[in-house]
Each structure stands twice: as structure tokens, then as C-alpha cells.
């Protein structure tokens, strides 16, 4: 068999295990894993991150404890033992998202060039997909190619990605603050590198648990 002919019955074989998946995924009697629209009304803890740079000021996230309890339990514990003070958003895609969290490169006045390339001491988390998807204000963790390797960095949506639904895992939502998100110093270039100073996360406390 043709190479072509090949590739054309595996993305057929693709094609019809996506409508399989889609179907039994939303059959009645399933249980989608959407949170409450309303902001504040899933219940899980809540952190609050004070921002300085271009953007100033407070952004209050819920996270989803309901959807991904082993990611919102790294995040939580983190922020309670302050290591995510003085962390940058060392990637930031203007119409994208805000990326944040490398606890280990990603400290303020550290090298830029290493910033997004750590994580914390503790070990990579198994991927935790929902069906939330990710939209303006919503939080993310951030992974490399295998998708079991969310450690400490996350990204803030700017917009709407829905190409990201179901492949990276859904942490939580910004309640309030979206308008210091959408003031976070924006990169340059596809990877959103920031030049110069990045905003900082100064400091970052769980205030609901």
C-alpha cells in the first residue's frame, strides 16, 4: 500500500474515533465536567496574585478542585509556601495568554533565556483534561509534549482558544483582575519572548481555601 493511501485511511481511522469519542462523550446520562458559569460558584480554593510592572495591581483565580484536584493542590501549595514571590510572566502572546509559574528559572532578575524551562521540586502531575474550555480569563497548566508533565508553570487566557480543549488541563478561572491580565506586558515574536523587564508576580497567597 501507497504511503499516501496509508496516511488517508489513518486520518479516516482519526476522523471516525473523534465522532465515536464525541458521541459517547455526550450521550444523555453523561456527566460533562463544566463548572458553574457564574464566576466565584465552583468552590474551590482561591489565590490571589498582586502584579507589578506594566500591569499593577490584584488578580483573584478560583481554582477548579472539582476538575484537576491534583494541579489546584500543586498550585495551592505552592503559593502557601511563597514560591511563586517574585516569579515573572516570562511568555506573554498579545491575543493569546500570559505564562507564568517557573518557580525555579523564572525568578525576577534571573536569566531570561532559561525562564519557562523549570518547575518546582515536587514531580510532574498526570494530565487532568476536562471538557472546560478555555476561554478569555480562563487558567491553564502549562506542559511540555507529553501531556503528563504540568509541574508549577500556567498560562491566563487573554481570548478564546478552543484548539487547546481537551489537551491541556483546565486549572481554574480568574474572578476578578481580568483587567490587570490584559495589561501584563506583552512578548515579541511567535514564542511571546519578553524583552526587557517582565511583570512580576511579587506576591501570591491563598486567600480561600
Given at each position: 500500500m501507497r504511503r499516501p493511501t496509508i496516511i488517508a485511511w489513518l486520518l479516516f481511522l482519526a476522523g471516525v474515533g473523534?465522532?465515536?469519542?464525541?458521541?459517547?462523550?455526550?450521550?444523555?446520562?453523561?456527566?460533562?465536567?463544566?463548572?458553574?458559569?457564574a464566576p466565584g460558584e465552583a468552590g474551590g480554593p482561591q489565590i490571589e496574585i498582586t502584579v507589578t510592572?506594566?500591569?499593577?495591581?490584584?488578580?483573584?483565580?478560583e481554582l477548579y478542585d472539582n476538575l484537576a484536584p491534583q494541579h489546584a493542590d500543586r498550585?495551592?501549595?505552592?503559593?502557601?509556601?511563597?514560591?511563586?514571590?517574585?516569579?515573572?510572566?516570562?511568555?506573554?502572546?498579545?491575543?493569546?495568554?500570559?505564562?507564568?509559574?517557573?518557580v525555579a528559572f523564572g525568578?525576577?532578575?534571573?536569566?531570561?533565556?532559561?525562564a519557562g524551562l523549570g518547575g518546582s521540586d515536587y514531580p510532574d502531575l498526570p494530565a487532568e483534561f476536562s471538557e472546560e474550555p478555555f476561554v478569555r480569563g480562563t487558567v491553564?497548566?502549562?506542559?511540555?509534549?507529553?501531556?503528563?508533565?504540568?509541574?508549577?508553570?500556567?498560562?491566563?487566557?487573554?481570548?478564546?482558544?478552543?484548539?487547546l480543549d481537551g489537551?491541556?488541563?483546565?486549572?481554574?478561572?480568574?474572578?476578578?483582575?481580568?483587567?490587570?491580565?490584559?495589561?501584563?506586558k506583552r512578548g515579541e515574536g511567535p514564542n511571546g519572548a519578553i524583552i526587557g523587564q517582565p511583570d512580576v508576580m511579587t506576591?501570591?497567597?491563598?486567600?480561600?481555601?
Amino acid at each position: 500500500m501507497r504511503r499516501p493511501t496509508i496516511i488517508a485511511w489513518l486520518l479516516f481511522l482519526a476522523g471516525v474515533g473523534l465522532v465515536a469519542w464525541y458521541y459517547f462523550a455526550t450521550v444523555p446520562g453523561s456527566t460533562p465536567q463544566v463548572v458553574n458559569d457564574a464566576p466565584g460558584e465552583a468552590g474551590g480554593p482561591q489565590i490571589e496574585i498582586t502584579v507589578t510592572g506594566e500591569a499593577n495591581g490584584k488578580i483573584l483565580i478560583e481554582l477548579y478542585d472539582n476538575l484537576a484536584p491534583q494541579h489546584a493542590d500543586r498550585i495551592t501549595r505552592l503559593a502557601e509556601e511563597g514560591a511563586y514571590d517574585g516569579v515573572v510572566f516570562h511568555r506573554v502572546i498579545d491575543g493569546f495568554m500570559a505564562q507564568t509559574g517557573d518557580v525555579a528559572f523564572g525568578l525576577e532578575g534571573g536569566d531570561m533565556r532559561q525562564a519557562g524551562l523549570g518547575g518546582s521540586d515536587y514531580p510532574d502531575l498526570p494530565a487532568e483534561f476536562s471538557e472546560e474550555p478555555f476561554v478569555r480569563g480562563t487558567v491553564g497548566m502549562a506542559r511540555s509534549q507529553d501531556p503528563d508533565s504540568g509541574n508549577s508553570q500556567f498560562f491566563i487566557m487573554f481570548d478564546e482558544a478552543s484548539f487547546l480543549d481537551g489537551d491541556y488541563t483546565v486549572v481554574g478561572r480568574v474572578i476578578e483582575g481580568m483587567d490587570v491580565v490584559l495589561d501584563i506586558k506583552r512578548g515579541e515574536g511567535p514564542n511571546g519572548a519578553i524583552i526587557g523587564q517582565p511583570d512580576v508576580m511579587t506576591n501570591v497567597e491563598v486567600v480561600k481555601e
